[in-house]
């Protein structure tokens, strides 16, 4: 008998507009003077993996934090969920207290998440997250139960049901992670639906180049990259790594901070404004939520434009407060 | 051999400014609409105390959080402690992912915070807040490992090592905790040092209406109150409440949100202004932190109308994001 609660399909049998799958996080973000980046010997800017040892020296070493749900595409996957988008998530937990959070925060931003927390191993995975005060974000994740995700986890119904399958480029590194990813990719295409992927961070793109390219080439239909990001998969200037994207991907996105973005297809570029903010307290979150504005317009068939818009839109309500999720609902601005 | 990293203690023999005691919590804050206040059955602007199973619905009705160290008490002693007072403090946490929260943060302040985690019983507790646009916090709290807080937790030596004792009016509710209270400010006042008490809330003070007569009265030198709870306290309106305050307490401090407060004694009224806030986003914490101010001042020997306005700094700083946590030094505000 088919679940009475379970949402209607569309036309094009979708149930979900945009599926994200990546590493499940609780984010601990600690305000901190420029001096505690270099004394405690971060990279500032970046994406660091840490192993418990440092990541009990850092917490021991940051200053109060707050406790908010974070990783990368659930972040993004939370976005849609804001902008009123039908959005579903796959990612791993534990069954703590941090896992509860992590569940809750999914489901209450009206995210179906319904993979099973871990009962064995380490526990929920965390990124502290060092702001300071030009308000970069440095971050350094502890995978903790992030780190079991592996294809068995990936649910097909889940991923064969959404327009958009998004996936984090941060997933990519171990290769239980990347065997999900191609699974996930797989499904989703086999399924006539789009594949979308952010590169998250040169480090990602860096230590794997080669399988990058090829992934990007032969498998991706929506490509999010900040500049640094989309230089180092190309190993050329800006410009040019631009013109490479446009020739073997639909649509790439290129996230440009404060000067906005560029959406480029095949056939045009399109340049995106950035939204004004009064104050920029903490840029976390500000790419995986412009990548949420985006994959909403274009589940939602709306122009290229529009969906650069609504990024900007949502880039620039999480950066006006500590945390990566939104604070309010992104339906609302619009 | 005595501890070579303990502080040296000033003339007077302490090594503290000011050691608080209270219930252990990590805040769980959300932003809802006011229909919410009303379906979710909450009594708006107090703090409900609530059981698991009621925690557990509540949880899951309220929409995406952020989570912050919390505990009226213990807020007041990191505020304290934000000001560069050297700052104690007792409360019991649960061996969990929120109880190391807690005291990281804690001891990230500066705070001197060693209670042991329980190791049995119920999990770390917690304080569901909900705030609703106009900034009003509507507080239910789990007590958690926090109910477990009994005289034999109190720490004699840390104790008589302030020279203030802070006191919240949340404690005084069960019996053990009560006795806890008792022996805390007998421990002080044997050593010679001053017993300061907050209210809390209106339900504290008429669910124990007579022995807190008696309390205030017999040992409280520093109390605080807004203008319901010294109301309720005395039973009468405002301006004779006030007034039986000054004929029983040496120093009362009444808060009066956006117009103020009033420090009063025997010989004087003091009224102190607001200090302006652009927006009020989340007035949790508000009284905690005005106590913060006042209790630093006050154990700096500084005029009542500097405490006040210390008081009124560190409640402006705290209402203007979400959390009852300062987000920045409050010693670079004065």
Same mark, same amino acid.
Request: charged share 20%.
């Given at each position: 008998?088919?679940?009475?609660?379970?949402?209607?399909?569309?036309?094009?049998?979708?149930?979900?507009d945009v599926?994200?799958?990546?590493?499940?996080?609780?984010?601990?973000?600690?305000?901190? *003077? $420029?001096?505690? @980046?270099? =004394?405690?010997?971060?990279?500032?800017?970046?994406?660091? %993996?840490?192993?418990? &040892?440092? !990541?009990?020296?850092?917490?021991?070493?940051?200053?109060?934090?707050?406790?908010?749900?974070?990783?990368?595409?659930?972040?993004t996957?939370?976005g849609v969920?804001s902008f009123g988008g039908?959005?579903?998530?796959?990612?791993?937990?534990?069954?703590?207290?941090?896992?509860?959070?992590?569940?809750?925060?999914?489901?209450?931003?009206?995210?179906?998440?319904?993979?099973?927390?871990?009962?064995?191993?380490?526990?929920?995975?965390?990124?502290?997250?060092?702001?300071?005060?030009?308000?970069?974000?440095?971050?350094?994740?502890?995978?903790?139960?992030?780190?079991?995700?592996?294809?068995?986890?990936? *649910? $097909?119904?889940? @991923?064969? =049901?959404?327009?958009?399958?998004?996936?984090?480029?941060? %997933?990519?590194?171990? &290769?239980? !992670?990347?065997?999900?990813?191609?699974?996930?990719?797989?499904?989703?295409?086999?399924?006539?639906?789009?594949?979308a992927?952010?590169?998250?961070?040169?480090?990602?793109?860096?230590?794997?180049?080669?399988?990058?390219?090829?992934?990007?080439?032969?498998?991706?239909?929506v490509?999010f990259?900040?500049?640094?990001?989309?230089?180092?998969?190309?190993?050329?200037?800006?410009?040019?790594?631009?013109?490479?994207?446009?020739?073997?991907?639909?649509i790439t996105c290129v996230t440009r901070g404060p000067n906005g973005s560029l959406i480029v297809t095949?056939?045009e570029i399109v340049e995106i404004p950035a939204e004004p903010v009064?104050?920029? @307290?903490?840029?976390?979150?500000a790419g995986d939520l412009y990548a949420s504005g985006v994959l909403h317009g274009l589940s939602q068939g709306l122009p290229l434009a529009e969906c650069g818009r609504l990024g900007s839109i949502a880039a620039s309500a999480v950066i006006g407060?500590?945390?990566?999720?939104p604070?309010q609902s992104l339906a609302q601005l619009t």
């Amino acid at each position: 008998m088919p679940d009475p609660h379970a949402p209607s399909p569309r036309d094009d049998g979708t149930t979900l507009d945009v599926v994200g799958i990546g590493n499940a996080l609780v984010d601990v973000l600690s305000h901190e *003077d $420029e001096s505690f @980046v270099d =004394s405690a010997g971060l990279v500032k800017g970046a994406m660091t %993996l840490i192993e418990t &040892d440092r !990541a009990t020296e850092l917490y021991a070493a940051m200053g109060p934090g707050i406790e908010v749900s974070g990783g990368s595409a659930a972040n993004t996957i939370a976005g849609v969920a804001s902008f009123g988008g039908r959005a579903g998530y796959l990612g791993k937990v534990f069954d703590d207290q941090l896992g509860v959070v992590f569940g809750h925060d999914m489901r209450a931003n009206g995210v179906d998440f319904q993979s099973p927390p871990a009962t064995e191993g380490p526990p929920t995975g965390r990124c502290l997250i060092v702001v300071t005060p030009d308000a970069e974000r440095t971050m350094n994740t502890f995978l903790g139960a992030s780190s079991l995700f592996g294809p068995d986890d990936v *649910d $097909e119904a889940l @991923v064969a =049901s959404g327009r958009i399958t998004y996936l984090e480029g941060y %997933l990519f590194d171990r &290769d239980e !992670a990347k065997a999900a990813y191609r699974k996930a990719s797989q499904i989703a295409h086999d399924a006539g639906r789009m594949v979308a992927l952010t590169l998250s961070d040169t480090f990602c793109v860096e230590r794997h180049l080669d399988e990058w390219r090829v992934l990007v080439r032969e498998s991706v239909d929506v490509l999010f990259a900040n500049e640094a990001e989309i230089e180092a998969l190309y190993g050329v200037q800006l410009h040019e790594a631009v013109e490479r994207a446009r020739g073997e991907v639909g649509i790439t996105c290129v996230t440009r901070g404060p000067n906005g973005s560029l959406i480029v297809t095949p056939d045009e570029i399109v340049e995106i404004p950035a939204e004004p903010v009064s104050a920029v @307290v903490d840029t976390t979150g500000a790419g995986d939520l412009y990548a949420s504005g985006v994959l909403h317009g274009l589940s939602q068939g709306l122009p290229l434009a529009e969906c650069g818009r609504l990024g900007s839109i949502a880039a620039s309500a999480v950066i006006g407060h500590t945390g990566a999720r939104p604070g309010q609902s992104l339906a609302q601005l619009t």
